[in-house]
């Protein structure tokens, strides 16, 4: 039968739910601030101000960076990264986390010593880039996928992972005549799709927010990531300030800055409804062991 809550426990839930309140405002509003920035007018953004509903609205900055060919381009080069580099990580993720989930494994304890070592240390910028410019992946699209195909975090989770699995269901799928390779594809994997989903939106995001590594190793411009070219667009826009052709459009640098953070932010958000429920139930699987 349920009890009538006491004083201090409705003192509690309101003081509870008022920070919360507050939290979530102070996160929403900097999201809503760059949002109505990028469709206000330049002159409404020139009197300066918080605006966060224009008083008037306006498409001047997206038709400014809309302008270029080079911005569809640039997001075609940004999805086959994030697509393809997802996947080659997840693939290499997975076939070196499942045989390191086995304590039978020779060499087991060294190799995982050695993922250790790396997430304390690395080779370092310019070692770096040697190996890739020894490999020849320097101005390719593979000098932003296979470099960091795995990461060190993600391999140990993930082996953890598979060795919550039970045994049994392995030793069946074997004595049905399934290889190694076979017990991975048919029975690891579908069930670990929650948390092949959870790091699968980590690789995503990193590879849609590549920034610095395509700066290292891509010299053409047509092979240019979006946030590469969209911080070219920025400074473009802040050197032209007091140009002819640019004052024509009447366009404000800040509603340049926000347009591009809104056009560079939307398209991993809509990953994120589609993989939710994965994501949840992945982070929190292993958390709790029977």
């Not at 593979?142 to 039970?166: E, R, T």
């Not at 007091?242 to 591009?260: C, S, W, Y």
């Not at 398209?267 to 699987?285: R, S």
Request: proline share 5%; with cysteine.
């Amino acid at each position: 039968m349920r009890q009538d809550k006491t004083w201090g426990n409705r003192l509690f839930d309101i003081i509870n739910y008022s920070v919360l309140f507050i939290i979530a405002i102070v996160c929403v509003l900097p999201f809503l601030y760059v949002l109505a920035v990028s469709f206000a007018s330049p002159a409404e953004v020139a009197r300066g101000g918080l605006i966060l509903w224009p008083k008037a609205w306006s498409l001047v900055s997206y038709q400014y960076i809309f302008s270029s060919d080079t911005l569809p381009r640039s997001m075609l080069v940004s999805i086959y990264i994030t697509v393809a580099g997802t996947l080659i990580n997840l693939a290499f993720t997975s076939l070196m986390a499942y045989p390191l989930s086995k304590a039978n494994l020779r060499g087991r304890n060294p190799i995982l010593l050695g993922v250790l070592i790396t997430m304390l240390f690395s080779g370092g910028m310019i070692p770096t880039y040697f190996v890739v410019n020894a490999l020849n992946l320097t101005n390719t699209l593979w000098s932003l996928m296979i470099p960091n195909a795995i990461s060190a975090f993600n391999l140990i989770v993930l082996k953890n992972f598979f060795q919550q699995i039970p045994d049994g269901l392995e030793d069946s799928a074997k004595i049905d005549g399934c290889n190694d390779l076979g017990v991975l594809l048919r029975i690891v994997i579908p069930l670990s799709l929650p948390a092949m989903a959870t790091f699968g939106l980590f690789y995503a995001v990193a590879h849609w927010n590549t920034f610095f590594n395509a700066i290292l190793y891509i010299n053409d411009n047509s092979k240019w990531p979006i946030q590469v070219l969209l911080r070219e667009i920025v400074i473009l826009a802040q050197s032209r300030v007091g140009d002819t052709n640019f004052d024509e459009m009447n366009v404000q640098p800040l509603t340049i800055r926000m347009a591009v953070i809104v056009f560079a932010t939307i398209p991993i958000l809509l990953v994120y409804p589609f993989l939710q429920k994965h994501f949840t139930k992945g982070v929190m699987l292993g958390s709790v062991k029977g």
